[in-house]
T-cell receptor, first 115, second 107 residues
């Protein structure tokens, strides 16, 4: 059981480049989400999804795009990288149904630097 | 406006001390999570609570739904407990996170 697999672990981009951070889970979780973690800011929600074909914006969605074509995968796309997007990114998943007790499962994080 | 407030922001303790981290929230929730993050490391789930109290080894988590408050206690703290502890609350559609409490335990 792999849990949440997040790739890559490290990435360096130049301003203006695009890339996709991958997130996959094998627990049949409905809820998947992307966060960025910056010093002193805690985890901030970028986008989330409560099931295949359903996505919604979080607190800091600008400059990021997501899609959820399958239950397993929830990729995060940076459309045109900016230095302000330098951060550590985490993907997380859990069950989403009301009353369903489900711990959160996190990927190992992606450290992104935009120069 | 922060839906989840944690205190203290930073906490230093001597090995063996009893530690309490607090979490207050302002939204209706279906569950509250306590998470642990070691320096440079990933994030792991410690507890998920919807009522009452849970205990894993030296860690105890409590929640008071009426007061919208939760506490994480560490008994007989150890340097390996040094980490950031994060409170998160789940509503119907999403999660809200506190900013975390940096705990340092000295030998």
């Amino acid at each position: 059981n792999a849990g949440v697999t997040q790739t890559p672990k490290f990435q360096v981009l130049k301003t203006g480049q695009s890339m996709t951070l991958q997130c996959a889970q094998d627990m049949n979780h409905e809820y998947m989400s992307w966060y960025r973690q910056d010093p002193g800011m805690g985890l901030r929600l970028i986008h989330y999804s409560v099931g295949a074909g359903i996505t919604d914006q979080g607190e800091v969605p600008n400059g990021y795009n997501v899609s959820r074509s399958t239950t397993e995968d929830f990729p995060l796309r940076l459309l045109s990288a900016a230095p302000s997007q330098t951060s550590v990114y985490f993907c997380a998943s859990s069950y989403a149904r009301w009353g369903m007790n489900s711990p959160l499962h996190f990927g190992n994080g992606t450290r992104l630097t935009v120069t | 406006k922060n839906e989840v407030e944690q205190s203290p922001q930073n906490l230093t303790a001597q090995e063996g001390e009893f530690i309490t981290i607090n979490c207050s929230y302002s939204v209706g929730i279906s569950a509250l999570h306590w998470l642990q993050q070691h320096p440079g490391g990933g994030i792991v789930s410690l507890f998920m609570l919807s009522s009452g109290k849970k205990k894993h080894g030296r860690l105890i988590a409590t929640i008071n739904i009426q007061e919208k408050h939760s506490s994480l206690h560490i008994t007989a703290s150890h340097p390996r407990d040094s980490a950031v502890y994060i409170c998160a609350v789940r509503t119907l559609g999403r999660l809200y996170f506190g900013r975390g409490t940096q705990l340092t335990v000295w030998p």
